[in-house]
């Protein structure tokens, strides 16, 4: 999948494969230097995390073990309600863990302020964010996020796990959508 598959769905590739992966490389060094001597339980957000999920922790040195959640925070359309709801929870027991969530993309900030007070009050030694992408503008929340890769513009984005109805999840790099797909 490149960009001539997304005929005129796409208004630029706003951040390339290369970039995603050489800031991933940096932001796997910083969380190794940060993690040194802990295991860290690497905790993915279903289902937009999966890429950078599986991309950065296979550039990890750290001893790591991977769990998964699953959450709903978008009552209907493309904003957030601030609801949010568990859908699929952890396997793991998060006493005395070492916790890093990571997350595609912190648009509102609700999702992770509201999934970060959770799993602390189950126990853990610690719970910090990573995330490739964040939305200064868009935040409503103030949340601090030990690891980012990327600020980006208050944009529709796709590709690299970001979808748009569930589609374009597959693209290798992060795209701006064309309004006339969205009706924007
Ligand atoms: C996206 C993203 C975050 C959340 C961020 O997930 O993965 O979890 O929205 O938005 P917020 O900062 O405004 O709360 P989404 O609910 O679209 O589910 P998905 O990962 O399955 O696509």
Known sequence: ???TDMGTDLSKILITEEQIDSRLAEMASDIDRD???KEILVLGVLKGAVMVMADLVRKLHSPVTMDWMAVSSYGSGTK?????RILKDLETDLQGRHVL?????IDSGLTLSWLKSNLESRGPASVKIATLLRKP??????IEVSY????IPNEFVVGYGL???????????VGTLAPHVYGG
């Open 1 to 3: 999948m490149d960009s």
């Open 35 to 37: 993690y040194e001597g």
């Open 80 to 84: 957030s309600s601030g609801v949010v």
């Open 101 to 105: 969530i990571v997350e595609d993309i």
């Open 137 to 142: 503008e868009a935040a409503t929340v103030d």
């Open 148 to 151: 980012v890769g990327f600020d």
């Open 163 to 173: 979808d748009y109805d569930e589609k374009y999840r597959h693209l290798p790099f």
